[in-house]
């Protein structure tokens, strides 16, 4: 579970969304800080920015007054309490002396950066500042800090702490700027004492740059920032488990006895809860009950309690087992194409045996009047011999007596609001007997009244589980009032060609909202990141292709947004295929407007394009191909030279040894299958056969890093997972293998063995999720376009089949949710017209949908007729 999700998911019932706009009525439902609803100075311009307000001096032209670009910035934290004054005295302080500065608006947005899952790096800042030099910022830091002596706040971990107080430094960037870093991605930078642009390291741990001396004002405090340490505790740290805003996980050793401990830490005003609570306050609540229900045998027991460098530790036994979401991968017999029957039984059996463990457990607590309160399947820990389990993280845990609502929550054991007390672990444990079954209840926190469908599935594919059990389940979570009660059922399914298709263009363009800036399609969160709402992935171009692909009616407005915000495109915008603006150079082309086409390319060209990575995403490989295309289609020799000279530097680069495998990324879209691609259709055009060879030995360096499973199916492997995904898996890897193997006349028995796992892996039957590059709609694509020996009709409707597990209703159309499935999503990357384009490319004979530059081989008419027959 990727936690960031979280709190995009607190804005809009639908959709992902930046949590400065509330459903209620955008940024301006929430209340504002006194300081933020006062009226601009003379000589100042006001501006938000995200989740920032911004306040600019301006000069007697009215334009903001020239400053430093980067420099040493104050930052200074505030909790809820004190911010509106901290505010109010920083305004009060800077306004007087023309000093640039920023703030939080809102007490919502607060609690938002403060929060136990939001990112690290951000923690804790409320105010930003910006002093012209080292003399006007030792002077801010004297008298600022003296104006906020007293005041609390959570310890901001990028900084160096000002004395006790919330005031805190860090040398960065002021103004916004870009660099191609060492991994080929486009990161905000500063400029480095020679005057060349390197990325501005924003990592959640102080550091100075290699060219800055440290002010000798600041010397002090850095040492005494380094004095706290652990050498005296009598616990030996021996690896970080976990790492969240209110503090870490550790596992160690009772240097004393010998005994294995988790020590789990609590940072003072972070980490807050949606009650407020910080990390301190939720580690005493779970203290306190560990505490009551020691001795059940069902929790860890509390060893000891102690406060280091101003942090609470809580230190408990280390339980020896597993959480139970760590069984799926192994044990789960969907994850196959073909499941035995006996194995869908043992598991089963298995299922529910465990399933009445927990429900003892559970029990065990509530028999002591605790109510649990964060039920789910990363808290619960089966023990080596699965014949026990014991319940984890007892931080949201509360007396029962108190009838509480969840504080605290997994997203797919989320409880309604009217669950109070021990209900809302009885709703846990009713999504726990889905759950078990098919993992994606995440699903109910768009719709519970998706919980039937899911059952109905359950009993589709484990014909043993006994009906009462699910019954029971969707009784329990379908209760009551909500959107279970409210949302319709799709109106189509996946494989209703076309009625199908009409539905979710008319879902995609009902969702549009052509009036803001930010994003014209509501998508995946990365379309909040700069220039994220433009690009292909999980941007407007990215919808805009699918639309036109799969024949929907022209969406001129969209078309015309794109236009709009592309000339010019933001700052920082990145450079690529599929998140920047060679895509969007694409998709506008492929719509009619070369000539900004052409813009957006010479724009690209004009920056160090030659250091982006390698890979199709963001890098060479995808910028090569769109180089490549316009070059054909306009005849002009500069596109076709940078063409070759993108290709010349990815030959280059595969002349180098790789890394070790574990060490790099495979796929489609990040890995060494992208460059082959690229190096494919240049052979196509030139008939060289050392970009041919080329090709080959990129794919040969992405199957090296597959693993086959116990049932044949070639996947990507990282290390600690497997990945059989269009984006980042082996299908990826398989798309460009089944057009490589095209140009080999004689075969390659390893290719066609590499074919063969990796057909078998488009062929699971279940995938958590629906999308196109991390989901079902993926293998949809490749089955519908796939050569290899043993591809039938029948493995393609059987997933266009199960799509519909994942399907939803938006506006009474058909719609899918996207990455992490806590939201719908319209965007091509993660959802519904990537499953759009999917279905077409399988459904749609005459159109032939396809990705950019993997068009369809040639088909039988006969196949694609009998697959929409069937």
Known sequence: MDKRYEVYALADRHFYETPDRLAAGGPDAEPLYEAARRTVPEGWEAARTGDWLTMTP????????????????????????????????VWDYCVPRRIPFKFVPGPHLLHLRNAKYAPRDGSGKFVTVYPADEAQLHRVLRELGALLEGFEGPYILTDLRWHDGPLYVRYGAFARSFVVDERGSLVPAVRDGAGRLVPDRRAPSFQVPEWVTLPGFLEPHLAARNTTTVGDLPYRIEKALHFSNGGGVYAGTDTRDGRKVVLKEGRPHAGLASDGADAVTRLEREKRALEQVAGTGVVPEVRDWFELGGHRFLVMDFLEGRPLN????????LLGPDPDPDAVAAYTAWALRIHRKVEEAVAAV??????FNDLHVFNIMVAPDEESVFLLDFEAAAPASEEGRQVVAHPGFFAPPDRRGLDVDRYALACLRLALFLPVTTLFVVDRGKAAHLAEVVREQFPDVPRPFLDEAVAEITRGPGPASVVPAPPARPGDWPS????????????????????LFPGDIAQFSDGGGLGLAHGAAGVLYALAETGAERYEEGERWLLARTGPP??????????????????????????????????????????????????LAGLGLVLDHLARVTGETELRNRAAEAAEILLHRLSEPPPDAPRRRAGLLRGASGPALFL??????????????????????????????????????????????????????????????????????????????????????????????????????HLARTGAPGATPAHLAEQIAALGWSAMAYEGQLAFPGHQMMRLSMDLATGTAGCLLALSAALDAERAAHLPFLPPPAAPPTRLRHLAES
């Open 58 to 89: 301006l000069g007697p032209d009215g334009n903001p007054l020239p400053g430093p670009a980067q420099g040493w910035k104050i930052h200074s934290s505030a909790t809820r309490a004190n911010a509106e004054e901290i505010a109010a005295i």
């Open 680 to 781: 494919l259709r240049r052979y196509e055009q030139t008939g060289d056969r050392a970009l041919l060879d080329a090709a080959r030995l990129a794919l040969s360096r992405d199957l090296e890093c597959c693993a086959a499973r116990p049932d044949g199916a070639l996947e990507v492997d990282e290390g600690w997972r497997t990945l059989p995904y269009l984006g980042d898996g082996s299908v990826g890897v398989g798309v460009v293998l089944d057009d490589v193997l095209a140009h080999l006349p004689d075969g390659d028995a390893a290719l066609e063995r590499a074919r063969a796992g990796i057909l078998t892996a488009a062929r699971s039957r279940f995938y958590a999720q629906p999308g196109l590059f991390q989901g079902r709609a993926g293998m949809i694509l």
């Open 326 to 333: 760590s069984f799926f991968a192994e044990r789960h017999p």
């Open 366 to 371: 509530h028999a002591r009047g605790i109510a």
């Open 500 to 519: 199908s298709r009409d539905s979710m263009v008319k879902a995609i363009l009902a969702s549009a909202t052509p009036d803001r800036a930010d994003r």
């Open 570 to 619: 933001p700052a920082g915008t990145p450079l690529g295929l599929y998140d920047g603006l060679a895509g969007v150079a694409y998709v506008l082309d492929r719509l009619g407007h070369r000539g900004r086409a052409l813009d957006l390319v010479g724009g690209i060209l004009r920056e160090r394009w030659q250091n982006l990575s390698s890979d199709l995403h963001g890098g």
